[in-house]
């Protein structure tokens, strides 16, 4: 075998690693707030089901999201006493495993993003961007928010562009968050009368952004959001659920390094 045949060879192995990769589905983990006691499901992102995998879960709050490998469920417990706790959730049982105390006096944690694009794991009460400190779950302020008018009840981060999007329930908007400036700008109706919790996530593999959106009385849907209007587009209904979720979105096993050499290497030929 001589070298041009050896390159391209290793050419083809690549390629085809790259299609292994995105045909991989992506599983989403979600807590039914709603349930007693809390439920933990894990269905396919392009197969929503009412699939539970432990129907004792510990876990209760309203962000979620893992870290930048996937290989850890982050979580901000919502209970006044001893203080909103950061911690990790088993994904298999939902028992939360707390890491510390977060420091800071906020009455409701109504998000949790990982960005890709600089390491950060962010974290949304009330009116202010938090980042937290992974090994010793302390909250530090990165910005007020200017949402005059609004309720963000969630947030998640582009895992390209970096792009912090929210999800405003006071006028049923999808939002765009400068992380830096903390300025809120509407980007259009969702088309939903969202009411309580809600949960959203990109899936890091197609850079789809995900809801479980919640309308209250046990009614809602799982959907996916137009990034451009604000619309969202409900996949599955999940009021026979009777399920009030957070959720967060982990690629299939190795498909996230796959993923990134493709990318990788596409870049490489536009270049």
């Known amino acids: 075998m001589n070298l041009r045949h050896a390159i391209g060879m290793a050419a083809l192995v690549g390629a085809a690693a790259t299609q292994t990769a995105l045909a991989t589905i992506s599983d989403v983990y979600a807590v039914n707030l709603r349930a007693s006691p809390n439920t933990l499901l894990r269905f396919p992102v392009n197969a929503p089901a009412n699939n539970v995998i432990s129907a004792n879960a510990s876990y209760d709050g309203f962000a979620i999201d893992f870290n930048g490998d996937a290989s850890v ?13 950061f911690g990790t959730i088993d994904t298999t049982t939902g028992n939360f495993t707390p890491i510390g105390l977060t420091g800071v006096a906020e009455a409701n944690w109504g998000g949790l993003a990982h960005d890709a694009t600089n390491g950060n794991m962010y974290a949304l009460a009330g009116t202010n961007l938090y980042t937290m400190n992974l090994a010793t779950g ?18 998640a981060v582009h895992p390209i562009t970096g792009q912090m999007y929210g ?37 890091p593999q197609t850079g789809i952004l995900y809801a479980t959106v919640y309308t209250g009385g046990g009614t809602g849907a799982f959907c996916s959001f137009d990034l451009n209007t604000g619309a969202a587009t409900a996949i599955v209904s ?17 498909a996230l390094a796959l993923v990134g050499l493709g990318g990788l290497a596409m870049l490489r030929r536009r270049r």
């Open 73 to 85: 469920l982050y979580g901000i417990t919502a209970a006044a006493s001893p203080g909103q706790q």
């Open 138 to 155: 302390a909250a530090t302020l990165a910005t007020p928010l200017t949402a005059p008018g609004m309720l963000l009840i969630d947030i």
């Open 167 to 203: 999800h405003d329930i006071a006028t049923d908007n999808l939002v765009s968050i400068d992380k830096v400036t903390g300025l809120v700008t509407p980007i259009g109706p969702t088309g939903f009368l969202a009411n309580f919790a809600q949960g959203m996530d990109f899936d």
């Open 238 to 254: 999940t009021t026979p659920w009777n399920a009030e979720m957070e959720m967060a979105i982990a690629p299939a096993p190795g």
